[in-house]
Nanobody
Framework: VQLQASGGGLVQAGGSLRLSCAAS????????IGWFRQASEKEREFVGV????????LYSDSVKGRFTISRDNAKNTVYLQMNSVRPEDTAVYYC??????????????????WGQGTLVTVSS
């Protein structure tokens, strides 16, 4: 399965943006999909993850309460709804898949397929 993130762009602080992660060449089920981001000159950071059936979602503390991950398996797409964005949310956002469910910090690693990123720029 190949993943492709899209939906990035320029948004003002306090605004909203929705990113999509579309799968091709197969089905998203039963993949667990994670979102990550990497700001300029910084290490890649875990944003959140959604389990295969969407029954459980985990977020990093930096986005909890502002970002929402959802999935539509019928459309082979996972979404990252970004609300109340801040300049520090500026980064290239990536989606990635793993085959096994995870709990806690185990969700930060173990992804075996990565999509091309999409740039999000938040202006102050």
């Amino acid at each position: 399965v190949q993943l492709q993130a899209s939906g990035g762009g320029l948004v003002q602080a306090g605004g909203s943006l929705r990113l999509s992660c579309a799968a091709s060449g197969g089905t998203l089920i039963p993949a667990v999909i994670g979102w990550f981001r990497q700001a300029s000159e910084k290490e890649r950071e875990f944003v959140g993850v959604i389990m295969d059936r969407g029954s459980r979602v985990l977020y990093s503390d930096s986005v909890k309460g502002r970002f929402t991950i959802s999935r539509d398996n019928a459309k082979n797409t996972v979404y990252l709804q970004m609300n109340s964005v801040r300049p520090e949310d500026t980064a290239v956002y990536y989606c990635a898949s793993r085959t096994n469910r995870c709990v806690g910090a185990a969700c930060y690693h173990g992804y075996n397929s990565w999509g091309q990123g999409t740039l999000v720029t938040v202006s102050s």
